[in-house]
């Protein structure tokens, strides 16, 4: 009776082994998929003019150095506001509050917020930014609407990184006749960057690949403009220009070339976080 009742239990847990393995071997040969087949068909349309230029309706030439200079102009401008925010908000709710209910809800508000659409965040942004503050349709509105998405995600990614820093770290401080802020600035802070890293990459990719809430707050205009005179004019970023030639000029050359230009970066800035990460954990240990 008992072998037979090993041999069940060895089936079973070698069939939860196959399928664990068939999911992992799909969920990569769907992401190599995507990156083959986005690269493979935007890459050819890539070319210098597309990448140094701005489009021109009286030649019909097209480029998308306005979506490049627009999409990082949104991206330094909503880290600018999201990171101080999040950060701050996690070091409250874990050093500092005492509350255990008011935790609870702001916790239940975040994870609430990040379960919410982004047409909805749209809306709400061009109603509040757009409309009621009278910023009109710009770059700022639309940053400001991406602080509000993203948000939860560095608050809660910061949160459970510095429940990770060891109590002992802190006592320690505090035995040594550290103040509590600086215990947080020297000890904890440090401590805890992976968590913040982490939070700006998730960040930083939804910023890349957010639209739905750019299109009501951001606009579709192709200006070339500077930093401070960019995010205070409208202006369409990559994905929103994806969108544009994709759907309204059927363009799907430049599309590809798009799709394929937001992976790369993706990419790039994926590897250029985790580097900063092991340079500081690495200064961190010496």
Not at 160 to 171: D, H, N, Q
Not at 179 to 207: E, F, Q, Y
Not at 226 to 246: E, H, I, K, Q
Request: net charge positive; aromatic share 8%.
């Amino acid at each position: 009776m008992n072998s037979q009742m090993s041999v069940k239990r060895k089936t079973v847990i070698v069939l939860l082994q196959v399928l664990c393995q068939g999911c992992a071997a799909m969920t990569c040969g769907l992401v190599l998929f995507l990156l083959v087949y986005v690269l493979a068909k935007g890459i050819p349309n890539v070319s210098v003019t597309l990448l140094t230029t701005k489009p021109s309706y009286l030649t019909g030439q097209i480029g998308i150095l306005p979506d490049i200079l627009n999409t990082i102009y949104i991206i330094i401008a909503a880290l600018a506001f999201v990171l101080p925010l999040g950060v701050g908000a996690a070091v409250y709710l874990t050093e500092y509050a005492k509350n255990k209910r008011i935790v609870a809800l702001i916790e239940y508000a975040a994870e609430t917020l990040s379960g919410i659409p982004s047409i909805i965040y749209g809306l709400v942004g061009m109603l509040f930014f757009c409309q009621f503050l009278n910023m009109q349709t710009s770059l700022l509105a639309g940053a400001l609407t991406l602080v509000i998405m993203n948000l939860p995600t560095v608050m809660r990614t910061t949160q459970e990184s510095l429940k990770t820093v060891p109590r002992s770290y802190r006592e320690g401080a505090f035995g040594l006749g550290a103040g509590k802020w600086r215990v947080i600035r020297t000890v904890v802070l440090p401590g805890c960057i992976d968590g913040v890293i982490t939070g700006c990459i998730l960040s930083v990719g939804r910023i890349l690949g957010e639209s739905a809430a750019l299109l009501f707050t951001a606009g579709f205009a192709h200006a070339l403009n500077g930093f401070f005179d960019g995010l205070g004019s409208a202006g369409a970023t990559l994905t929103v220009a994806l969108y544009v030639y994709a759907k309204e000029q059927g363009e799907f050359g430049v599309a590809f070339a798009i799709a394929a230009i937001l992976m790369i970066l993706t990419l790039v800035i994926n590897l250029l976080a985790m580097l900063a990460g092991r340079a500081l954990k690495r200064r961190q240990n010496l």
